[in-house]
C-alpha cells in the first residue's frame, strides 16, 4: 500500500523558513523520479520541484529556484523541500507526488504571514 505524508508544515513569519518532509512507503523509493507541488484555492496545481532518482538532477520553479532547494535520503524513504525568504504569496498547500503516478499525499498547509 502506497503511502506518501507530508509534515513540517505550518505558519511562519514572512522572511522564515521551513522544511517540509514526505515520508514515502509501500513502494521502492530509491528509484523513483519525485516531485512537490503546491496549489491555493481556485488555482492549478503547479509543480515547485523535481528530484530524479539517485540525486543525478534537481529542478526547481524559476520562480522559487533562489529561495527553495529540494534533496532526498533514500535511507530514510523521505523527500525534503527546503522554503527560505518566505513571503504571503508562498502560501498554499503543499503536495509530494511520485512523478508520473496517481499518488500523492494529503497535502500540508503553509501559510506565511507579514
Known amino acids: 500500500q502506497v503511502q506518501l505524508v507530508e509534515s513540517g508544515g505550518g505558519s511562519v513569519q514572512s522572511g522564515g523558513s521551513l522544511r517540509l518532509s514526505c515520508t514515502a512507503s509501500g513502494f521502492k523509493f530509491a528509484t523513483y523520479e519525485m516531485r512537490w507541488y503546491r496549489q491555493v484555492p481556485g488555482k492549478e496545481r503547479e509543480v515547485i520541484a523535481t528530484i530524479s532518482v539517485g540525486d543525478h538532477f534537481r529542478n526547481v520553479e524559476e520562480t522559487v529556484m533562489d529561495r527553495f532547494g529540494i534533496s532526498r535520503d533514500d535511507n530514510k524513504n523521505t523527500v525534503y523541500l527546503q522554503m527560505n525568504r518566505l513571503k504571503p504569496e508562498d502560501t498554499a498547500r503543499y503536495y509530494c507526488?511520485?512523478?508520473?503516478?496517481?499518488?500523492w499525499g494529503q497535502g500540508i498547509q503553509v501559510t506565511v504571514v507579514s
Open positions: 507526488r511520485r512523478s508520473e503516478s496517481d499518488f
